[in-house]
């Protein structure tokens, strides 16, 4: 429960007068309630556009990245494959060193797919901590499985289509959840990459609006001297930034409860070994 007041908290604020919100009044029951917050934010219909845009993003993101996954783990889960040992070494070296924002850049610039989501999709393909966590959970699955369909004539694709996968929708359901919030939430290779205005994610275009609605409401309360009726027909920056923190995470809250439970149990198996 104790994780759930902070959440409530933003909640009632995004929905509290400016009067309530600025005086400390609110807590965990909105007071003096009212939208102005969330008409700020959405009037206009940019938010929209940026939602569509981080749902594509977000979707085709994360089909992406369990394919990579899966095609990568399977293989290297399995001890007879040539080189098996020297291609998790350089996988793995990736953990611990990285390129740079200055190389990335210029990669994805000497590429031509600036202003592109593939700018976004191409690097972010793989994740080598949860290439390692479905690799694990491969590992631990029978091989009698494999040695029974292979005797009946099955090749590999097979074998990883009609038995692997679905005994693996746990772990896939998991790391689902993983590289979905992860593509949710992206912001700094958006802001670095993605240029043009109307190809925005979520979170860049809410900052852009915090930022813009907040010196607006400075300019207004300045206008206006911050009393009376004026007063409370304006919104605070606290009650905007609350406002954008409940937009931004509602998608998320509302898929997470139908994964949860394969959420525990995809990750605990993909850790563990033995």
């Given at each position: 429960?104790?994780?759930?007041?902070?959440?409530?908290?933003?909640?009632?604020?995004?929905?509290?007068?400016?009067?309530?919100?600025?005086?400390?009044?609110?807590?965990?029951?909105?007071?003096?309630?009212?939208?102005?917050?969330?008409?700020?934010?959405?009037?206009?219909?940019?938010?929209?556009?940026?939602?569509?845009?981080?749902v594509?993003?977000?979707?085709?993101?994360?089909?992406?990245?369990?394919?990579?996954?899966?095609?990568?783990?399977?293989?290297?889960?399995?001890?007879?494959?040539?080189?098996?040992?020297?291609?998790?070494?350089?996988?793995?070296?990736?953990?611990?060193?990285?390129g740079?924002?200055i190389?990335?850049?210029?990669?994805?610039?000497?590429?031509?797919?600036?202003?592109?989501?593939?700018?976004?999709?191409?690097?972010?393909?793989?994740?080598?901590?949860?290439?390692?966590?479905?690799?694990?959970?491969?590992?631990?699955?029978?091989?009698?499985?494999?040695?029974?369909?292979?005797?009946?004539?099955?090749?590999?694709?097979?074998?990883?289509?009609?038995?692997?996968?679905?005994?693996?929708?746990?772990?896939?359901?998991?790391?689902?959840l993983?590289?979905?919030?992860?593509?949710?939430?992206?912001?700094?290779?958006?802001?670095?990459?993605?240029?043009?205005?109307?190809?925005?994610?979520?979170?860049?275009?809410?900052?852009q609006?915090?930022?813009?609605?907040?010196?607006?409401?400075?300019?207004?309360?300045?206008?206006?001297?911050?009393?009376?009726a004026?007063?409370?027909?304006?919104?605070?920056?606290?009650?905007?930034?609350?406002?954008?923190?409940?937009?931004?995470?509602?998608?998320?809250?509302?898929?997470?409860?139908?994964?949860?439970?394969?959420?525990?149990?995809?990750?605990?198996?993909?850790?563990?070994?033995?």
């Amino acid at each position: 429960m104790m994780t759930l007041f902070p959440f409530i908290h933003v909640l009632a604020t995004s929905m509290s007068s400016s009067r309530a919100v600025m005086s400390g009044e609110v807590f965990l029951w909105p007071k003096e309630i009212t939208f102005l917050s969330f008409s700020n934010l959405i009037d206009d219909g940019q938010l929209f556009v940026a939602m569509k845009n981080t749902v594509l993003i977000t979707v085709v993101g994360t089909v992406l990245n369990i394919a990579a996954t899966i095609i990568a783990a399977y293989p290297l889960s399995r001890k007879r494959l040539k080189g098996r040992n020297a291609m998790l070494m350089f996988i793995t070296f990736t953990m611990l060193f990285g390129g740079g924002i200055i190389p990335n850049y210029i990669l994805i610039k000497t590429l031509g797919i600036m202003n592109s989501y593939w700018a976004l999709w191409l690097p972010g393909l793989l994740s080598t901590y949860n290439f390692f966590v479905m690799k694990t959970f491969f590992e631990n699955l029978p091989s009698e499985l494999e040695e029974s369909a292979a005797i009946d004539g099955a090749n590999d694709l097979v074998i990883i289509w009609k038995i692997i996968l679905p005994l693996s929708m746990p772990i896939i359901a998991a790391l689902t959840l993983f590289y979905a919030v992860s593509w949710w939430n992206s912001y700094m290779n958006v802001l670095m990459y993605i240029t043009g205005s109307g190809k925005q994610s979520l979170m860049v275009k809410l900052l852009q609006m915090i930022d813009t609605t907040s010196q607006n409401l400075l300019n207004s309360n300045a206008t206006n001297g911050g009393e009376g009726a004026a007063m409370q027909n304006l919104v605070t920056p606290e009650g905007i930034r609350a406002a954008a923190i409940i937009i931004s995470v509602a998608p998320i809250l509302t898929i997470y409860p139908f994964l949860q439970k394969y959420f525990v149990k995809g990750v605990l198996i993909g850790s563990i070994k033995g």
